[in-house]
């Protein structure tokens, strides 16, 4: 009935690593330690008017020995860890139905290895279905049927249509066995069950650990014949729980649903893809370039502060002499630049010194001009003439007489490349003064640096 | 074929040999159907029993592990249950197939009969997964004694006459735990077994199982 998934143990007593698996065990070692005969919790019989209680132990009774045998130090963190093992089913209040832990008299129960939820598979619908009809069966107030639980009985009877018969046979099958043992045991075998059945199939609004419900356990057995009655009717408890969301309606879908559907997919399919070498190289190439400044990496000169507590590097950063390996960073990419407030001020003020502000302009504009629409040219191309070069602009810029001359003919004709001359005259010369200023200025011993960066400015 | 343990009458298959050969064809054809009638109240009674043996494995299976139960007693009463399992459940499907096999002439198959399929199929399906269920269980539990048990409980003292040590009396001496870990895995490797055989039987029977059943999945 249970999907046998890969959780538990195999035969050969290989644990089974999944991450839940691994939590549980870590909870099931507490458990034992707790269960153990001479360090573990005293559990005990208690007499309460005319019936006993069977195999309890108080909820203080717990955090007292989590507080005295695991690395615990205060109530509240002994409550949260017992709240989380209650959630997941390893002991459980015994007169409620929320499984929380509370520092109090309340009396809690060990729950059974068979029901444990590293032992026990995500159980299915049908075990539950089988569970709520054994409920009924057995008649003691006690164990009447909540009205969430009748509710789901009703719905799990409608959709089990075919398999009711075997439901109920087995049902009673299972109560007439109850009914053979001992009246203590099946006290304590009852209240272990239902605990179990709180865990997967919880009261609406808890907690609910295992993330199935009554509509996921459907849904997984027939994913594709989901079932009218289970889904028909939306159950209005379940959606006031915080935990859950309500199951989407399941329908056909329509012929334009599909075509939508397949349209898209045909434009996944036509994406640009990238080779995975291709990635793969270039995220090297990222990765050996940027390892020395990552501190995680590579321990930062002279010292991590957050590590040794010296703030030298901090007011190294700070200050307005940055390091040589600093300066390496700029060389990757105008953004590196930009980035760093520093490198920010240095590259203005190398900008202003070369290329004073007329010229930074003008070629920015030109570069501009390039990219527009034929129609905007010859206005533009005016503009720009009136700025800079008409005689009296405002924002003169020098250029030499060939350059003006050719200049002053393309603007009669105008077209996008009429300041070609012009731009490359003031670009030029920059460059090579660039280079010999960058050794006495900070960008001393890395001409490389300064070349990329003029070469960037061109490409913007 | 089933025998002793369920207890009931093993009624000959070919009744209609006992009555002289005039009879009428009416009359055989009587006799064919409250035949077949027998057979199927005792295919019933079958799978009601392999279902509460179920049950019953089921209730042994949740004892496994608890504190005050009893493991090698335990563990031979489930060895029992699950026998007896086996045995009903090859009888129970082989009356099956028998009746659906015999079926009726003109093609319709009895609701009755597609009722018990189900019921039959739903008990094996649980049955196969308690028997997982105990495997798994019993497996933690040997881990659990490998653990808890590596350090042998032996008191070892020095008498001072003598120069050998006493180890104290104890009711399981640490010579029985590799034997218990032993029949542990010999009781596993059992259930496995039993486990594949029945499994093959859910899936013969579901390659016997009437079309129409087969067709609504599940």
């Not at chain 2, 159907?33 to 089921?58: G, I, K, P």
């Amino acid at each position: 009935m249970a999907q046998t998934n890969s959780g538990g143990q195999g035969t050969n007593g290989v644990a089974d690593e999944s991450p839940n698996m691994i939590v549980y065990r870590k909870m099931e070692e507490v458990i034992a330690r707790m269960q153990e005969e001479k360090n573990g919790i005293p559990i005990r019989t208690v007499k309460s008017f005319l019936t006993k209680i069977p195999s309890v132990f108080s909820g203080s009774d717990i955090v007292q020995w989590m507080i005295k045998n695991l690395d615990i130090e205060d109530q509240v963190e002994a409550l949260h860890l017992g709240t989380l093992m209650a959630a997941h089913g390893y002991f459980f209040p015994i007169s409620d139905h929320v499984l929380t832990l509370k520092d109090d008299g309340t009396f809690y129960r060990f729950q059974t290895p068979y029901f444990w939820p590293s032992n026990c598979w995500e159980p299915e619908n049908t075990d539950y279905a089988v569970y709520l009809c054994k409920r009924t069966m057995q008649n003691k107030a006690r164990l009447e049927l909540a009205d969430y639980e009748a509710e789901s009985l009703a719905r799990l009877q409608r959709a089990f249509a075919r398999k009711w018969e075997f439901i109920f046979m087995q049902a009673e099958a299972q109560a007439k066995v109850d009914k053979k043992r001992d009246k203590i045991e099946r006290k304590i075998l009852d209240s272990q069950e239902r605990a179990f059945w709180d865990v997967h199939r919880p009261v609406p609004g808890c907690v609910n650990t295992t993330e199935v419900d009554i509509k996921k356990s459907s849904r997984m057995k027939n994913p594709h014949k989901t079932r009218k009655s289970v889904y028909g009717l939306q159950n209005d408890i379940r959606t006031h729980s915080p935990t859950h969301t309500p199951a989407p309606e399941a329908k056909q879908p329509t012929e334009e649903e599909l075509q939508e559907q397949i349209t898209f997919w045909q434009l996944q399919l036509d994406r640009h893809r990238l080779k995975m070498s291709k990635v793969a190289e270039s995220l090297l190439g990222y990765t050996e370039q940027y390892v020395e400044y990552d501190p995680f990496l590579t321990p930062p000169d002279p010292s991590n502060p957050w590590i040794s507590d010296d703030t030298t590097l901090w007011e190294l950063e700070a200050s307005k002499e940055p390091g040589q390996q600093r300066v390496k960073r700029w060389a990757f990419g105008i953004d590196e630049v930009l980035k760093d407030p520093v490198g920010r001020e240095q590259f203005l003020k190398f900008l202003e010194s070369e290329f004073s502000s007329e010229n930074l302009r003008f070629w920015l504009a030109v570069q501009e001009l390039k990219k527009r629409p034929i129609r905007e040219v010859p206005a533009r191309v005016q503009e720009i003439w009136q700025e800079f070069l008409a005689p009296g602009a405002p924002s003169a810029i020098n250029v030499d007489s060939k350059s003006y001359a050719k200049t002053t003919q393309n603007v009669k004709d105008p077209g996008r490349y009429a300041f070609e001359d012009a731009q490359e005259h003031i670009y030029k010369p920059r460059r090579r003064r660039v280079r010999t200023c960058s050794e006495g200025s900070c960008f001393q011993g890395k001409p490389l640096a300064s070349k990329r960066l003029t070469s960037r400015l061109s490409s913007c | 074929m089933c025998s002793a343990p369920c207890g009931r009458k093993k009624r000959p298959r070919s009744a209609g040999s006992i009555f002289p050969i005039s009879r009428g064809a009416q009359a055989a054809e009587q006799e064919r159907r409250e035949s077949r009638e027998e057979a199927v109240d005792d295919s019933r009674m079958t799978v009601q029993e392999f279902n509460t043996l179920v049950a019953l494995y089921r209730e042994q299976v949740i004892s496994i592990g608890e504190i005050s139960a009893d493991c090698p007693s335990l563990r031979v009463q489930m060895h029992h249950t699950r026998s007896k399992g086996c045995s009903m459940a090859r009888a129970a499907h082989h009356d099956l197939a028998l009746i659906s096999g015999s079926g009726p002439e003109d093609g319709e198959i009895p609701p009755e009969i597609c009722r018990l399929f189900i019921q039959l199929q739903c008990c094996l399906e649980m049955f196969v997964t308690e028997m997982l269920k105990s495997m798994c269980l019993l497996g933690v539990l040997q881990l659990h004694r490998k653990r808890t048990d590596s350090e042998p409980k032996v008191d070892f003292r020095m008498d001072e006459s003598s120069d050998v040590p006493i180890l104290e009396e104890r009711s399981s001496s640490p010579t029985d735990f590799p034997q218990e870990q032993w029949l542990v895995g010999t009781d596993i490797e059992n259930i496995e077994r039993d486990m594949r055989e029945m499994r093959n039987l859910l899936s013969k029977l579901r390659d016997a199982m009437p079309l129409p059943l087969k067709n609504q999945g599940e």
